[in-house]
Each structure stands twice: as structure tokens, then as C-alpha cells.
């Protein structure tokens, strides 16, 4: 095999030693430097909490409800306004002492902040020993306990509403808002969902009360932006390293699909990589993962390009560089002409980057355009950071003009600034010649976080 093995930098072996972040602390949600959970768990919507709400018992019992395999029924939801209970319990602990309610004298006496409706306090004097922290936030928890009510409509099928093919060059539009003028009766579709069935019985069921119509608008296009986020982001990748659908059909992989990845593409079917490029030559978009969904989207076989102007989803449930080896190298499946990552999660510094490793080293080594998404300017700082140990050649890094405008909270600690999903991204190709690493400059709060 041609892929060339690399010594370890020192760096990423003594991470999953060492790490601060892996060691028995206070008893509570689980949280990584950043506030997320690492790994298969690092899912909006997705906590020991949500698990234990939920009455399941692992992310795989989880899982395979998200797949189908359980309804609803199992989880004992038998209403609307239950299944918005239990979604809410996720969020039903005091954010001062993070106590759960069934750790309280009395459950009842959890109560919600009134200005954000967001978190909860166990009582006054946790409320006031939060404030002047929490009043930072409050604002935008706000939109963050909105955005995740009304992200139900993902579910119902109301959002996204239907896109139009673009009528601009991806480096013309520059972003959402570019994105919103090019879509033909926006007005009349944003309304049609404000005023359809399922908004209707979200707001009846909620248990919140319902926000101005102006306020919902703005939340269906910040959830709109969650769910082409990923698209849009490949089609930028594929415009950064030039690579041209229209001249011939384009293979993109996505590594480390998680299952909301691979959920998210059962509902559009990427369809919006389509509209970015209108009669293009067909492009295959496979999902690579050890969290791929099994169905619908498990197509092999990989070498039959799909149709010109279509997209065409495939997936594969395993690590890259096992699909590298058994599909690509046995031509079973095309090399591909990009390589996508959402949030691999370097940051995490745990075991998540060994599983990482040797993927990276083979992108690097078969000179594979790659982009990768981050949740933060600071993860971005991290991944380039190891990135340049690995002495990957970075093209190109920057905040993405096609992130998600949803803000995600941190579940144990809200009082955080909310992150974005792909807010920010990273591109590399191949081996960097230079042994001169530029200078990204240091983490912010990286010392206080490995004492
Ligand atoms: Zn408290
Ligand atoms: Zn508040």
C-alpha cells in the first residue's frame, strides 16, 4: 500500500493519556473543553440527560430509534404535549448548582428563567448568585429555546421549504443572505409554514407561549440555514479547490458522518448542491461512518455514477480508511475529487483523534482536497494546531459564510457563548513543504483547561 506511515506527533499520542477532559469529575453531564460532548455523542439534542429522560439507556438504544427501528411508542410518548415535555425536561436542571429535579426536595420547585424561558433555578438564590453571568446569555438562550422548538418542523416536513436553483455563482452570493434574496416567493413560503398544522400544534403543546410572527420568522430561516448548512459547505469546498461539476460527474465523501448527518441527507437527499449547480454532471455524495443510518441511503454499489443534475447519496458504515481499503483501493468505490468532514471534533483530544489519525495521514498522503468544519474560532485554532503537526498543507481556513445561524447551547453549562454548526472551516491538500509552521497563535483559556 502506497499510504505512507508517519511517526505520531508526540502532542496527539500524549492527548488521549492525559487527558484532563476523560477523568471521573463532578457527577453531572459529561462535557468536553468546549462544552460539547465528544464523539458519537456529540449531537445537538443529545446528552446523558436527553438518554435519561427519554428513558434509554445508551446512545445506541438511542440510535436506533432515530433509525426507525422503535417508534415512538416504546419511549411511552402518547401526546404532542408530552413529547415537548420530555424535550424540555433535557433542559430541566438548575444551571447554578446543576441539580436535576428528582435531587430536589421538591421538583416543582425548579422554575424557568422568565426572559429567555431557557434555564431553570432551583430556587431564588441560585437564580440570583447566576444573573450576572447568565444576563450575557439570557438574550440569546432565548433564541437558542426557540430555535430547538421549532426545529420539530424538520420532522413534520415543513422545514426546509422548497428551494430554488441558484441564480448567482457561489462566490456572487457570499452567504444566507444572498442565499434568502435568490429564493423565489420567500414570503409566501415562510407564511405558509407560520400559519401550517404543525405550527399550529407546536404552539398549542409547547407549554411556552407563542412568540410574535416575526420572531418565528427569523427562527424558521436560522433553522432553514441548520439544514443547508451542509450542502452549501460542500459546494463551497468544491469552489475553493476548483473543482468543476459542470466538466465532469464529482465524488465527494463525507468522513465521519454521524447519524444527523446522514438523517439530514435522507430528508433533502443534498438536493441543494443541485440548485448551487444547475445542470451539472451528477455528483455522488457517499457517507462514510461508523454512524451512517443503514436506510434508505445504503446504495452500493459506489462506481455507477448517478445521474447528470442529480444528486446521488450512498453510504458506508465503517472508518474511512477501512472503506479506503476495502472500496477505494479494490475500485469498488471512486477516489474522490473532495473529501468533507463535519465537526470531526479534534478538539476533543481524547481517543476521538487516534480514530482520526490515520484518515488524516491518508488524505495527506493521497494529496486528497479536503475541507473540515468546526464549531468555533477556537476549535478552529486547535485543528489547525494539529493539523500543521501532522504537516498537513493548509489552503485555506476562515469563518464559513455558509454556517448554520442556529445557536447551539452547551447543555451543562448554558451560560456560554452558543456555538454555530461548519461556523468556521479549515482546507488542506496534501503534504506542506515548509517546516516553518505559521503562526495560528495560542488557545485562549488553554492553560486553565489542562490544570
Ligand atoms: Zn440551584
Ligand atoms: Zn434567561
Not at 424535550?87 to 430536589?104: H, I, Q
Not at 474511512?320 to 475529487?337: C, G, I, K, M, N
Request: glycine residues 6%.
Amino acid at each position: 500500500m502506497a499510504h505512507r506511515k508517519k511517526n505520531t506527533p508526540s502532542k496527539v499520542q500524549s492527548c488521549s493519556r492525559n487527558d484532563p477532559v476523560e477523568a471521573p469529575v463532578v457527577k453531572g453531564p459529561n462535557m468536553d473543553s468546549l462544552g460539547f460532548l465528544a464523539m458519537d455523542s456529540n449531537v445537538p439534542g443529545l446528552s446523558q440527560v436527553i438518554l435519561q429522560k427519554l428513558n434509554m439507556k445508551s446512545y445506541d438504544e438511542y440510535r436506533s430509534a432515530m433509525e426507525g427501528k422503535k417508534l415512538h411508542a416504546d419511549f411511552g410518548i402518547h401526546s404532542y404535549f408530552e413529547m415537548f415535555q420530555k424535550m424540555e425536561d433535557t433542559f430541566r436542571f438548575c444551571v447554578e448548582c446543576k441539580k436535576l429535579p428528582e435531587s430536589l426536595p421538591n421538583p416543582k420547585s425548579l422554575r424557568r428563567c422568565k426572559r429567555c424561558q431557557n434555564v431553570y433555578y432551583c430556587g431564588s438564590e441560585c437564580q440570583r448568585a447566576n444573573w450576572p453571568i447568565h444576563k450575557k446569555f439570557c438574550k440569546k438562550l432565548k433564541l437558542v429555546a426557540l430555535d430547538r422548538l421549532m426545529e420539530w418542523l424538520v420532522f413534520t416536513g415543513d422545514i426546509p421549504f422548497p428551494t430554488t436553483p441558484w441564480k448567482k455563482n457561489i462566490h456572487e452570493v457570499r452567504g444566507w443572505e444572498g442565499w434568502f434574496l435568490m429564493q423565489d416567493d420567500l414570503d409566501a413560503k415562510l407564511s405558509s409554514i407560520l400559519t401550517g398544522r404543525y405550527m399550529n400544534i407546536l404552539w398549542a403543546n409547547a407549554g411556552k407561549p407563542k412568540p410574535e410572527e416575526v420572531e418565528l420568522t427569523e427562527s424558521i430561516k436560522r433553522v432553514t440555514t441548520d439544514f443547508e448548512s451542509r450542502p452549501a459547505t460542500i459546494g463551497l469546498g468544491l469552489h475553493m479547490f476548483q473543482i468543476d461539476p459542470y466538466a465532469k460527474p464529482i465524488v465527494v465523501h463525507v468522513v465521519g458522518a454521524s447519524h444527523v448527518e446522514t438523517l439530514n441527507a435522507r430528508v433533502t437527499d443534498y438536493d441543494e448542491l443541485s440548485h448551487m449547480f444547475p445542470k451539472h454532471q451528477g455528483i455522488e455524495v457517499v457517507m462514510v461512518g461508523i454512524d451512517v443510518v443503514d436506510n434508505p441511503i445504503m446504495r452500493p454499489p459506489l462506481v455507477a455514477f448517478g445521474p447528470r443534475e442529480r444528486v446521488y447519496l450512498s453510504s458506508y458504515k465503517g472508518l474511512y480508511h477501512d472503506f479506503w481499503e476495502s472500496q477505494v483501493e479494490t475500485q469498488l468505490a471512486s477516489r474522490p475529487e473532495l473529501v468533507v468532514g463535519f465537526h470531526p471534533g479534534f478538539h476533543a483530544c481524547s481517543d476521538l483523534m487516534e480514530s482520526w489519525l490515520p484518515t488524516l495521514l491518508l488524505l495527506r498522503d493521497y494529496k486528497i482536497p479536503s475541507l473540515f468544519t468546526v464549531y468555533s474560532e477556537q476549535e478552529l485554532k486547535y485543528s489547525l494546531k494539529i493539523s500543521m503537526e501532522l504537516e498537513m498543507r493548509i489552503t485555506g481556513c476562515g469563518a464559513n459564510p455558509f454556517a448554520s445561524l442556529k445557536p447551539e447551547q452547551a447543555y451543562s453549562n448554558p451560560n456560554k457563548s452558543p456555538v454555530y454548526c461548519n461556523s468556521h472551516y479549515f482546507t488542506f491538500c496534501g503534504l506542506s513543504d515548509s517546516p516553518d509552521e505559521p503562526d495560528v497563535g495560542e488557545l485562549e483559556g488553554d492553560k486553565s483547561e489542562d490544570a
